[in-house]
């Protein structure tokens, strides 16, 4: 459990504890339940530079500001500092589902990103295979081109923290106005070749020249399907 401890003149008590890498991939998950960093500082009684102080390890925060983003975040600083039991909700975290459709086709429009709803993953879990639980996001595919890998109608989970490629991974990439789910496959010309898995739909090679127009948004670590 974190410590406080209370100093001549202080009102608020001090957070005594760890604000280390897990610690804050916790507290971004609650920010992005309250939705701004505008309004997580109006929470907290401090600007919203001071709470991406936070957030970013370049300051350690106020017990009384944590508590109340944690409140109206509807999560506990038990968990928010590792301490919940596991396999109770404090070790899921909560990921958003995209307003937007990933095309596993010929491309889809980009549209907004506003979260449908938010799908229950076990953080641990997320960890040991290496994924970001503050970064990753959920998309609704459509189309058949990754069949059959992934189907129309799948949902993929995507990191997007991770903007590198590695040979023959599965990514969403944006090229121009279209988001994309294909496969990379890396040339030795230093060209692009998406890759579908459904034989029906040939690949498309984008040359080296190119390839820096080729936007990477994640890559799929995980995908669904009901049945």
């Known amino acids: 459990m974190p410590r406080s401890s209370t100093k001549s003149g202080s009102v608020v008590p001090g957070f005594d504890f760890y604000w280390d890498d897990?610690?804050?991939d916790?507290?971004?998950v609650m920010l992005e339940r309250i939705g701004s960093l505008v309004r997580a500082g109006e929470i907290a009684g401090v600007s919203d530079?001071?709470?991406?102080?936070?957030?970013?390890?370049?300051?350690k925060p106020n017990f009384?500001?944590?508590?109340a983003i944690a409140m109206n975040a509807g999560m506990s600083l038990d968990w928010l500092t590792g301490n919940e039991p596991s396999g109770g909700t404090g070790d899921l975290t909560m990921i958003e589902r995209l307003d937007i459709e990933a095309s596993a086709g010929n491309g889809a429009l980009v549209d907004n990103e506003q979260a449908l709803d938010f799908v229950a993953f076990q953080t641990r879990w997320l960890r040991r295979k290496g994924i970001n639980p503050a970064a990753v996001r959920l998309l609704n595919i459509r189309g058949d081109s990754m069949e059959p890998t992934i189907r129309d109608g799948d949902i993929a989970l995507v990191d997007t923290s991770i903007d590198d490629i590695i040979d023959n991974a599965i990514y969403v990439l944006v090229v121009g106005n279209r988001l994309l789910i294909k496969r990379i496959h890396i040339l030795m010309s230093g060209a692009l070749r998406l890759i579908s898995?459904?034989?029906l739909y040939p690949h498309e090679?984008?040359?080296a020249s190119e390839a820096e127009f080729v936007r990477v948004s994640g890559r799929v670590v995980w995908f669904g399907r009901s049945i």
């Open 22 to 24: 897990a610690t804050r």
């Open 26 to 28: 916790r507290f971004k």
């Open 49 to 59: 530079e001071q709470v991406a102080r936070w957030r970013d390890g370049k300051a």
């Open 64 to 67: 009384g500001g944590v508590a």
């Open 197 to 199: 898995d459904n034989a």
């Open 205 to 207: 090679d984008v040359p």
